[in-house]
């Protein structure tokens, strides 16, 4: 007698159902995660947001694929909300000896996703398959997918003048006041065919926007045009969960945007910022409605903050099961706006 | 009263005498090392071999430049031999496990030395503008300068067929038998300013041909045409230590390769190589002659193995030594020949 050992994942098997989540960073990536644990292998994927990809030190660093993948590939630092767990410093030290910029933390062991990923792009090869190289080494049985192979930049308008994301999100630690958001070159960028294909896929039974700041992580991949209009013709449920519990946001400048935009900061202009886009959205257990919605909307509310990997799993149980609920109901109506670069 | 604190190395005393070194890797280095200590601050100028250089995950790696960096900067490691001492693997760890290359050891602190110079080489810096950078950084009182700004590339040319330097030195361990060596690029290359005026100054003492491999360390240096001619055209002495100890090459390839190369590995060999080009040659105390020479050269006996820091010191007093004993004496007659490429 003989054994047949496969290595997991395991030899792909077909799907009855797929699911694609809309992610940034930390909190999206624990949504992610938690959609990961409950759906069969092979069944979820994810579209991250490229958006915050920068130049440092001339290495290509994709801070919130890096960290979907750690997240996914269970490397993620649970404490420090990013980077890999374990993590050491060295090199850090060694830069700033050297008189090297070291205001962007690298830690030692990050270092190899941004060295071999600069050293691919350098060949020539897409951020797509180097994603999917990676989540190959990790064992995510999930499709991990950059919005697009293109450069997107966001660049955001403040009162201390134009600057690049990370500079404005590490450097100067949200500090400034935003008065509008840029994704320069967008309107040019093309999703991966692995986008689209998921999103155009028959079997996909939801898409899932992760509660990540609708301003800096999800509207960017909507400003995708093969994106945005792919999720606008899906027929299956849109669920967003929202970034924001009572009137603040979990971890990031979410909350303090939306008030230097203009924008009250509760889970209605959430909804509203969603609006002809989604379906559902699901919010925190005892948030009460502050305003009415002149829009056809399903909201449900659930323990939506997730703190152990045990809310992870609950809350994609949760935004699931709320996905389904939705399935075959009257469908959004209104086209949304097209995605706006906030002026205040 | 007020005191004046000024930061060693202080400021740019001009020196009575300078001291030019040519210099490979490791062996080189050590002398370089004892010229550093005995010379006055600012009289050493180390021209470095860079035809080891190469493109390593699309990073600049310059190893014989960062060996006489991290030797004079006090952070080399002794036992090792190559790389900063207290170094730490976690990023060649992280790399291994996403699949990147790990035959060319990357320690976590020595890849800064990388990550800055590829910065700056991608913005456009040369390579001694990085180089004079690192040694300010370093507190290292002597120029340290590559032997050009452009690139030149060792090529080996063995039984295993045509390889890069590296490929031939680190992944193959030196075992292909060598059948010639070539200098990618060294004909249309230039020494940088600060090498040829070290050359030219009137202040030079000696020139000092430190131990390194002369077919794979020191000829690339000379095959840059501008510092051959210089060499050739200073009127201070030229002294060689041999890399030849009783038959042996101390560390590296040399004895072996100058067998491939159908060629006796003595120091009198070496002292053919280098016929026309040097006035003194250091041999070890003890090796006796094996042939004649039909050329002039003084050739001295000394204990020139360094094991020791205070070995390289009393090389160092030595090479000087010998080398203000020749000066004023009749110099060297004969143009030397070309740089060859060695073809068996």
């Not at 098997?13 to 699911?19: A, E, G, M, N, Y």
């Not at 966001?154 to 509008?180: H, N, S």
């Not at 898409?207 to 991949?221: R, V």
């Not at 849109?238 to 008030?259: D, F, H, L, Q, Y």
Request: hydrophobic share 40%.
């Amino acid at each position: 007698m003989t054994a047949t050992i496969t290595r997991f994942p395991g030899p792909s098997r077909p799907c009855d159902k797929i699911v694609v989540a809309l992610c940034g960073g930390v909190g999206g990536a624990k949504l992610a995660h938690g959609l990961y644990q409950i759906l069969d292998p092979g069944a979820l994927h994810v579209v991250v947001n490229t958006a915050d990809d920068f130049q440092h030190l001339s290495l290509h660093i994709s801070p919130d694929l890096d960290t979907v993948l750690y997240t996914l590939g269970g490397r993620a630092d649970m404490d420090r909300g990013w980077g890999r767990s374990e993590e050491s410093w060295r090199f850090l030290g060694a830069l700033e000896e050297v008189g090297g910029e070291t205001w962007f933390q690298l830690g030692d062991q990050d270092l190899a996703m941004h060295v071999l990923r600069t050293h691919w792009l350098d060949w020539g090869k897409p951020l797509s398959a180097f994603a999917q190289h990676v989540a190959r080494k990790f064992d995510i049985a999930a499709q991990i997918i950059p919005m697009t192979d293109d450069t997107v930049a966001t660049w955001v308008t403040t009162d201390d003048g134009l600057m690049p994301f990370q500079q404005y999100f590490v450097r100067e630690k949200c500090e400034p006041r935003i008065r509008a958001i840029h994704f320069e070159g967008a309107g040019q960028a093309k999703p991966p065919a692995a986008a689209i294909a998921a999103l155009k896929d028959p079997r996909l039974k939801a898409i899932i926007i992760c509660p990540s700041n609708p301003y800096l992580s999800i509207d960017p991949i909507l400003s995708i045009p093969g994106i945005k209009d792919a999720v606008l013709e899906a027929s299956c449920p849109v669920v967003a969960v929202s970034p924001i519990i009572k009137g603040r946001s979990v971890k990031g400048p979410t909350a303090k945007i939306m008030t230097e935009l203009g924008i009250h900061p509760s889970w209605e202009f959430i909804a509203r910022h969603y609006r002809g886009l989604i379906d559902g959205l699901l919010i925190e257990d005892g948030d009460s409605s502050e305003g009415n919605m002149n829009f056809h909307l399903s909201v449900q509310s659930a323990p939506i903050l997730m703190k152990t990997l045990e809310d992870r799993r609950r809350l994609g149980e949760t935004v699931i099961t709320f996905a389904e609920s939705l399935q075959g109901q009257p469908r959004r109506k209104s086209k949304p706006p097209p995605v706006v670069l906030y002026r205040t």
